[in-house]
C-alpha cells in the first residue's frame, strides 16, 4: 500500500506541474486530465486505508500532500508570470531538496533486528519542550511514554532525564513510521530511533594453551599465559628469545606513577624495586595491573607474562 501511494502521489504532482505550465485551453490536455481522474481516487483509498490512525491520515498525512499540491501550484503560476523567477527556482530547489534529505535522514531505518517488545522507539525531548505536547499529538495512537532512565540520582548531572521510550500497543511494529514522523511533526524532539535488543554470546571461559612452534629455547611457563590474547598474536615468544641474542641488553627501569603497587605480589618480587615504603601497597589495585603490564617476572612458573 505504501509503495502504491508513492507513486500516485508522485504522479498527481508531476501532472499537475504539467497541467499548471500548459495553458488551461490546451488541447494536448485531455490525456493529462484522464490520468488525474485515475490517479486521485487510487491516491484517496491508500490514503484511507493506510496504515495508522484515521486522525493521524487526515491530520498529517492529507493536509501535508494537500500542502504540496497548493506549494506546486503556486510556484507554476509565479513561473509562468514572473520569467525572473526561473533563477532563483534553480537556486532554491536544490537547498530544499537538502534540506528534506536532512530531514529524512533523522528517520530511524527499519528495524534489522528484534525490537523490545516493551518500549519499541526511543526518543529525545528537545530542551524547553513539553511532554504533554507530544502525549497529545499521539493521542490517535494508543501508546505508553515511560522515562529510558527512571531511577537517576543526579539528573542534573547529565541530559539522560531527556531520553523516553515509547511502547506500542501490542508491540504493532506497522505503525513505527507513522509515530515516528508524528514525534518529529511536534518540534518537540531531537531524535527518534528503534530500540532493538542486542545479545551478547557467553564469554568462553576456557583457557587457550600455548603450544612451542621450534625448539629454540623454553616458552614462558607461566601457567596463566593463554589468558594473554596478545601474547601468540604478537610474537612475544620470539620476542623474549631475541632479547637474549642481543648483545649489551641492559635492565630497563620504569616508574609507576599510579595507586601504588602491591610490593609482596608473587609475580613482581623478583623485578620490584621500591622507592618510597608507603607506595609498596595498593588499596585500589591499578597500580599493581599496571606495574604488571610493564614488568612482572616472566617464565617463572606462576602467574601471567608480561607483555
Known amino acids: 500500500m505504501t509503495t502504491i501511494y508513492t507513486i500516485t502521489l508522485i504522479g498527481i504532482l508531476f501532472s499537475v506541474a504539467i497541467w499548471d505550465y500548459k495553458d488551461d485551453e490546451a488541447t494536448d490536455l485531455a490525456p493529462l486530465k484522464m490520468i488525474l481522474w485515475v490517479l486521485v481516487p487510487v491516491y484517496l483509498v491508500t490514503v484511507l486505508f493506510g496504515d495508522g490512525s ?18 506546486l501550484i503556486l510556484i507554476g503560476y509565479m513561473l509562468t508570470r514572473f520569467q525572473k523567477l526561473h533563477l532563483v527556482f534553480l ?10 534529505r536532512a530531514r529524512l535522514a533523522h528517520r530511524p531505518a527499519a528495524p534489522k533486528v528484534a525490537l523490545d517488545a516493551a518500549a519499541e522507539l526511543l526518543f529525545d525531548i528537545g530542551d524547553g519542550a513539553s511532554l504533554d505536547q507530544i502525549q497529545s499529538a499521539l493521542a490517535d495512537f494508543e501508546v505508553t511514554i515511560k522515562p529510558a532512565f527512571p531511577n537517576l540520582a543526579h539528573p ?14 501490542d508491540a504493532d511494529v506497522s505503525k513505527l513510521e507513522q509515530v515516528s514522523e508524528a514525534l518529529y ?12 535488543v542486542v545479545t551478547l554470546s557467553p564469554m568462553e571461559s576456557a583457557v587457550t594453551t600455548l603450544k612451542q612452534r621450534n625448539s629454540h629455547g623454553p616458552f614462558p611457563n607461566d601457567p596463566e599465559i593463554g589468558m594473554q590474547w596478545g601474547f601468540e598474536a604478537l610474537g612475544l615468544a620470539d620476542f623474549h628469545r631475541g632479547i637474549g641474542e642481543v648483545s649489551g641488553a641492559q635492565p630497563t627501569l620504569i616508574a609507576i606513577l599510579d595507586t601504588g603497587v602491591d610490593a609482596s605480589h608473587p609475580d613482581l ?30 617464565n617463572n612458573g606462576i602467574g601471567i607474562d608480561v607483555n
Open 269 to 298: 618480587l623478583g623485578n620490584y624495586y621500591s622507592i618510597d615504603a608507603s607506595s609498596d601497597k595498593d588499596e585500589v589495585g591499578h597500580g599493581t595491573h599496571c606495574a604488571g603490564t610493564a614488568g612482572a617476572v616472566s
Open 185 to 196: 511533526a511536534t518540534g518537540a524532539v531531537d531524535w527518534v530511533e528503534h530500540n532493538e
Open 91 to 100: 537556486v532554491c530547489l536544490p537547498l530544499g531538496l537538502v534540506f528534506f
Open 156 to 169: 542534573e548531572y547529565s541530559d539522560l532525564d531527556d531520553f523516553y521510550t515509547l511502547d506500542l500497543a
Open 54 to 71: 484515521l486522525g493521524y491520515k487526515l491530520k498529517t498525512v492529507l493536509l501535508r500532500d494537500i500542502g504540496l499540491f497548493a506549494g
